[in-house]
């Protein structure tokens, strides 16, 4: 009492400025390796899907390019939702201490939103939701397209909202809280981290909803016109 | 400083019993206006579009009990979403002190989730989303439904699944906070208001999703069997 020092809460690169972080410990690693890792695991998933969605051993049907880009797609939400947001899911109490390679990878992207180093409680549920649900369908609805199986756009629908509606409450939540846990106009942890790379399951989702949601509908108007009508 | 009395904050029957509510003024009408309101509207939503959905002149088609029933669900959620969460999309920054009626039904509902008082930023994020989108769109489903129109069931998914996931963030966020915005297992207000009322959300969505996805890959099946093999 009076005697005995505060702890000094560790400096920290995140926002806004006085947030107070438990247990921060900065990363030791450059941020080129959480870059590097992300993309090339996310490139080399993309190659092999497109050659999987090329090989007409599935169901002996030649795919589309737009098709084929689409299962790549899924195959790297299938990676980033399952491994690198499942991660957060498991472990987003002890990301700001910890020097694990993903939750360094976590404490770079906080620079951009600081919500995941104070366990911020929409963000938790939402990843968690994202990472058990969303991961695990994604890489069911690559799956489904190679198989050619009847539900293939019905899941691709599913995951498509799911990420959706989840990236529209990240945005929309951040947004009433005045982009407070970013630093505004930072060109690489506002804009490359927080808008750029959360936009992307704003419109691939939105173009994936649409492509499923016209399949589905031709489907059905194709069904309708032989069978009896009765709902 | 010191001479200044701080204004007391109003009593409130809201929890946790410290929360500060800012210019709360309590309800002057009795309970069962709200809940009048709310179930009359509903039984009277829901004689409606029964009716409406058996009239054959539509599409001439009979319409199956379970389906004429999904259909009385999607108008009132119509209601409930357009109407008593539009209402808390729009108003939630003056529901405390605001004695219009539908004001009062959030105060009322409140009880069970204070949240509702408090502007909670997820709430008031995911209540508009609602409001918005799947008041709308459940209104669009019920018509779909009456002119057999081959998106129906897209609609009804779409509905469902937006339901679903914002219902489920609803609880988990509540979960995580150890359920501390009500009086945990208060009959009325507890049980009632808050696990039963939102779990009609969880309940029905999921028939409803499992009952869309059904007939889409049942029609997708079909139109696969006739059509060239081309994704």
């Known amino acids: 009492m009076g005697l005995e020092a505060e702890p000094l809460a560790a400096p920290h690169p995140y926002w806004p400025r006085d ?84 939750s360094q990878l976590w404490k770079e992207y906080a620079k951009g939103d600081s919500r995941y180093v104070i366990e911020d409680n929409f963000t938790v549920c939402m990843e968690t939701i994202t990472a058990w649900a969303w991961g695990p369908l994604s890489l069911l609805t690559v799956l489904a397209f190679l198989q050619r199986q009847p539900h293939r756009y019905v899941l691709q629908l599913v995951v498509s909202l799911g990420q959706l509606y989840g990236d529209i409450l990240y945005f929309y939540t951040e947004y009433r809280e005045g982009f407070a846990h970013s630093e505004m106009w930072h060109p690489l942890y506002f804009w490359f981290y927080f808008v750029f790379m959360n936009a992307l399951w704003i419109v691939i989702p939105s173009i994936l909803l649409l492509d499923a949601w016209g399949h589905l509908s031709a489907a059905q108007r194709a069904l309708d016109s032989v069978k009896p009508k009765r709902h």
């Open 19 to 102: 947030l107070e972080i438990r247990r921060y410990i900065p990363n030791d690693r450059p941020t080129w390796h959480s870059l590097a890792f992300l993309f090339s695991v996310s490139a080399a998933l993309l190659t092999l899907t497109w050659l999987a969605a090329g090989w007409r051993g599935w169901t002996g049907a030649p795919m589309r390019t737009g098709r084929r880009l689409a299962l790549c797609w899924f195959a790297i939400c299938g990676f980033i939702h399952g491994v690198i947001e499942g991660w957060f899911s498991l472990y987003h109490t002890d990301i700001p201490g910890d020097q694990s390679f993903l």
